[in-house]
């Protein structure tokens, strides 16, 4: 019988205080979790501190790509953790609990699964489904993030450096997670949460600007929902800033105009954050324009 696995509460592997391993670039780093945030949607933010630089006498300067010491978010691509385990999509019941053997025996079939479709009725097929959107997940961030070089610091968060989970031996793991570390915004909230007094003209200014810039960077973001614009600090925000491309589509070199055109047109990013930004606001979109044209008061 199919259990609802949705993770409400911190795996135990990412509680306050454990440890990460993660291979980025042939380069060991280990982090310290500071929080998860919680609950997963599709792969696991976790807000991590790195570690203190270890310069050993042969090479005095530390290798680390990562900044020492520092707050920064890890973004884990582990299907075993997935919050969509439970939720039901695209016809097939992925609600089917993690296993060391259903992962086994996908990754063993996984040749000879290339092109077929997937049977919602089978298990191992619902952890291949997994394993495809992580997969698929992570490769759109690094893509469109490398697109994004220039929004990256300011209206995106900046890319740090990307690679691989190292898993211990248990559980027995037959896929190796893909991560990326990010920029840590520090005290986001998404927009959903925020009280929309706080969101000023020259916020939502940044955040139409930064949307706007995507297709002259040859990308579409194609899921702007309130869960993936965050607000910082809190309190007070001062930092506008979208985040989630793990369902980014990015201009390849031979994709003939006409195609791409298309899919900006079918994602319609600017239109789907007016939208966003309107419901928050309580705005038509005559009134949108007006407030994002004032100056803050
Ligand atoms: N760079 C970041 N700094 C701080 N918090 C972040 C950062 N990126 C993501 N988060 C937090 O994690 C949540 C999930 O991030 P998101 O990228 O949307 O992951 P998912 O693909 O699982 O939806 C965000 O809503 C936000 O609360
Ligand atoms: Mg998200």
Redesign the pocket.
């Known amino acids: 019988m199919p259990v609802s696995t949705t993770v409400p509460v911190t795996p135990d592997e990412y509680k306050p205080g454990a440890t990460i391993a993660v291979d980025i670039d042939d380069e060991d780093v280990t982090v310290t979790v500071v929080r998860a945030?919680m609950p997963?949607?599709?792969?696991q933010?976790l807000?991590v501190r790195t570690s203190e630089p270890t310069p050993t006498s042969i090479d005095p300067t530390p290798t680390s790509i990562l900044p020492p010491n520092k707050l920064v978010?890890l973004?884990i691509y582990d299907p075993r953790f997935t919050g969509r385990r439970g939720e039901k999509k695209d016809g097939l019941p992925v609600c089917y609990p993690w296993s060391a053997e259903n992962e086994a025996k996908a990754a063993s079939r996984r040749q000879w699964w290339q092109k077929r479709d997937l049977d919602s009725t089978d298990a191992v097929d619902g952890e291949e489904y997994y394993w495809r959107e992580q997969e698929d997940?992570q490769l759109s961030e690094v893509k469109t993030y490398e697109h994004l070089e220039s929004l990256q610091g300011a209206g995106v968060?900046r890319l740090l450096g990307y690679g691989y989970l190292r898993c211990g031996p248990s559980p027995r793991r037959s896929v190796v997670p893909p991560v990326v570390f990010?920029?840590?915004?520090p005290d986001?909230t998404?927009i959903y949460d925020i009280d929309p007094q706080l969101l000023t003209p020259s916020l939502v200014r940044s955040l139409i600007e930064t949307v706007s810039a995507f297709e002259g960077l040859d990308v579409s973001h194609g899921d702007l929902n309130a869960?993936?614009v965050?607000l910082s600090p809190a309190k007070r925000p001062t930092r506008a800033v979208v985040?989630?491309f793990?369902y980014a589509a990015w201009r390849e070199a031979y994709e003939e105009d006409a195609d791409w055109r298309k899919e900006l047109a079918r994602r319609d990013d600017v239109g789907s954050l007016r939208r966003l930004l309107r419901n928050t606001l309580g705005m038509d979109d005559d009134e949108l324009s007006h407030f994002a044209s004032a100056p803050d008061s």
């Open positions: 945030c997963f949607t599709v792969s933010v807000i978010a973004k997940s968060p990010l920029e840590y915004i986001a998404r869960g993936n965050l985040a989630d793990g």
